[in-house]
């Protein structure tokens, strides 16, 4: 008897692909968020509606993206899919005003809500029952990928995009905030001693004598502000050991003066860009408002990539790929003369079954806490630790990169447990079990005050989420029989549902009590995952039945 061929191998490893790509287009916004919001003149709340817009498009349209796929067939739509939100993450490069970024991001959302229905569909199709866990762990492994090089990828980017002619000094349109800045300026001897040092050397060399005013027009701050960056000698180890949120140029240009060498005149003025955004972040504009736009750009054309390689590889059906023989068929245990149809949309069947609203609700609750990570985690950083952005780029690809271990380890183990204990326990205890994990985490960071402490509790946070999802997908490919992609996007949809709330209910939580209560409020919404994971049930598929014409 002939070798089974490998081709489902090839497949799935096109649908990974289509993860990367994914979550590099969508998680690109993210990291770009501080020019973004700095260049459209936006407040941390305002760019939290465009987050937002994503994920409420995003989850709105799952359900029909995936019946769609079920009916048409994964190759089409998925292709087409890759196309839409490739286009539309490039738009997103174009927008000049919030009202434009919404909109654009809806329109993303929407292209990309098709993705992971129409993936867990090919896995239903092209994989054996008993290895689905482990093929969909790696499919979503891929989105992991993605999501763990963007911000490598992006820092990297953002200054080789920056143009050779960029001018360093600052014009009165980039000085964002002129009250905040006079107040931090103000020459007030009571509280001398409250300043912090840079900030007192700063005001020191910036005016004196009859240059000295009580409040300063926006013209005569990008004046000072300029003359400081062409300033030579203004870098003073003294002043700036303190600062921490420089990129790698800035922290190279301090050693080569600290140990005696000289710099370049150029090199001088963009290094003294950086001192000035580094103590004035919110107040000045930033040197990589110049580039983010070419980045976006970039990451939205590795879309047609992707989507050429998903549509020279994947086919509906096995029985339909020329590098299928009979044994991949028998051992994918497909039926060659079986129906190709889909009929209606069989809604009434899943909305009576428990399972799946409980699925939904642990999806609904896991995003909730889950974009903190992928949102707010960089704010945290720069905030309250005011970590460097070489340094926070690699605390920000961490959690995902440890999230590959669980993504692969979840599928083998729901695999292994299913064929020992049963499909019921075998999904839901590897789920379950992993939400309680990470809501143990995030209640703990409030006790922890080192920046790489709260890394590595994310870390953890990242692996157990990912170790969860393998059995979430074969849960929806064991009961959801031709209608995998509608199941997986029903629970999908109230998860991103989960997703667009999120942005907006941290924003409040953290801006009214603080980062710790946002802490808590992500830990609790994981325990109410937890119990609503353990009653998910995957032994009992939906009886769809025949849904009138």
């Not at 081709?7 to 590099?24: N, P, Q």
């Not at 609750?365 to 952005?389: K, P, S």
């Not at 959690?399 to 326990?425: C, Q």
């Not at 801006?511 to 109410?528: I, N, T």
């Amino acid at each position: 008897m002939e070798k089974p061929s490998k081709t489902r191998y090839f497949v799935i490893a096109a649908c990974m692909l289509m993860g990367i790509i994914l979550y590099v287009d969508r998680y690109a916004f993210g990291i770009a968020q501080p020019y973004i919001r700095q260049e459209l003149g936006l407040s941390k709340a305002d760019f939290s509606y465009a987050v937002s817009a994503f994920f409420w498009f995003y989850a709105i349209g799952q359900i029909p993206a995936g019946w769609l796929s079920d009916k048409f067939g994964p190759r089409l739509l998925l292709t087409s899919y890759i196309l839409i939100w490739s286009f539309f993450a490039a738009t997103v490069g174009l927008a000049g005003s919030l009202v434009v970024l919404c909109l654009t991001r809806a329109a993303f959302g929407l292209g990309q809500a098709g993705a992971y229905p129409t993936a867990s569909a090919v896995v239903g199709r092209w994989i054996p029952s008993a290895q689905r866990g482990k093929a969909s762990g790696f499919v979503a492994l891929g989105g992991r990928i993605g999501g763990a090089i963007v911000p490598i990828l992006s820092a990297i980017l953002l200054v080789a995009f920056l143009p050779e002619s960029q001018v360093y000094t600052l014009s009165p349109d980039q000085i964002l905030k002129v009250e905040p800045l006079n107040t931090k300026l103000e020459l007030d001897k009571a509280h001398e001693k409250e300043i912090p040092e840079h900030v007192a050397y700063i005001r020191k060399r910036l005016f004196s004598g009859s240059d000295i005013k009580p409040e300063y027009s926006r013209k005569d701050l990008a004046l000072g502000f300029s003359r400081l960056i062409n300033d030579y000698t203004f870098f003073n180890p003294a002043a700036f050991d303190n600062i921490k949120s420089l990129d790698k140029f800035a922290t190279t240009q301090i050693e080569k003066l600290k140990s005696g060498s000289t710099i370049s005149e150029r090199h001088s003025q963009r290094l003294n860009r950086h001192l000035l955004e580094a103590v004035f972040p919110e107040e000045i504009e930033g040197l990589y408002v110049a580039s983010w736009r070419p980045v976006v750009f970039l990451f939205a054309g590795i879309g047609l990539v992707g989507a050429i390689v998903v549509w020279f590889v994947l086919r509906d059906y096995p029985d339909q790929h020329p590098f299928v023989n009979d044994s991949e068929l028998r051992l994918i245990g497909l039926n060659k003369e079986r129906d190709k149809t889909v009929a209606n949309l069989p809604l009434s069947k899943i909305l009576k079954c428990r399972s799946v609203w409980m699925s939904a609700l642990s999806q609904f609750c896991v995003n909730i806490g889950w974009l903190f990570i992928v949102t707010w985690f960089v704010e945290y950083l720069m905030e309250v630790h005011q970590v460097a952005m070489s340094e926070r780029s690699d605390m920000i690809a961490i959690p995902l990169m440890v999230g590959f271990v669980g993504m692969l380890v979840g599928g083998v183990a729901t695999d292994k447990l299913a064929r020992v204990i049963g499909l019921r326990f075998g999904r839901a205890i590897p789920w379950s079990g992993a939400m309680v994990v990470a809501a143990l985490c995030f209640l703990a960071c409030p006790f922890l005050d080192n920046p790489w402490s709260i890394t590595w509790a994310m870390a953890v946070i990242a692996l157990s989420v990912d170790f969860s999802v393998p059995s979430m997908w074969a849960f929806t490919q064991d009961v959801g029989g031709p209608y995998v992609g509608v199941v997986l996007g029903f629970g999908n949809m109230f998860g991103n549902f989960g997703a667009a709330v999120s942005p907006i209910l941290l924003a409040k939580i953290q801006e009214s009590y603080g980062w710790d209560a946002m802490f808590q409020l992500c830990g609790v919404m994981f325990l109410l995952a937890a119990v609503a994971a353990y009653f998910v049930d995957a032994s009992k598929p939906i009886q769809m039945g025949e849904e009138p014409k």
